[in-house]
Nanobody, 127 residues
Framework: QVRLVESGGDSVQAGGSLRLSCVVS????????MGWFRQAPGKEREGVAA????????YYADSVKGRFTISQDNAENTMYLQMNGLKPEDTAMYYC????????????????????WGRGTQVTVSS
């Protein structure tokens, strides 16, 4: 059974940093694609960062480039999202996801290409 559990969400001031973690069980990073997504109230879920570790490709939404970094620890089967320079518009529920690489390229940021999801962790950024 595939299970993803996020943690690390919190309430922070603008300009602050957070590191989100996602522990994955029942699935491996090797040869697959992983991503971080977020959904704010009243908005659609959007891709924030995506990677296929075996291929070495990483993609970021324009809104987070230079501020967010996706990474993974294969030994711990955990993926991370380091978020720096947080802004109020980053406020959202953040989700991690994993699946076979159905696409390669910026479309890895499209939520519809992922079958396995965590339940999310809330990030709130105040001005």
């Amino acid at each position: 059974q595939v299970r993803l559990v996020e943690s690390g969400g919190d309430s922070v001031q603008a300009g602050g940093s957070l590191r989100l973690s996602c522990v994955v069980s029942g699935y491996t990073f090797e040869g697959n694609c992983m991503g971080w997504f977020r959904q704010a109230p009243g908005k659609e879920r959007e891709g924030v960062a995506a990677a296929n570790p075996s291929g070495g490709n990483i993609y970021y939404a324009d809104s987070v480039k230079g501020r967010f970094t996706i990474s993974q620890d294969n030994a711990e089967n955990t993926m991370y999202l380091q978020m720096n320079g947080l802004k109020p518009e980053d406020t959202a529920m953040y989700y991690c996801a994993i699946d076979r690489c159905l696409v390669i390229g910026p479309r890895q940021l499209v939520p519809q290409y992922y079958s396995y999801w965590g339940r999310g962790t809330q990030v709130t950024v105040s001005s």
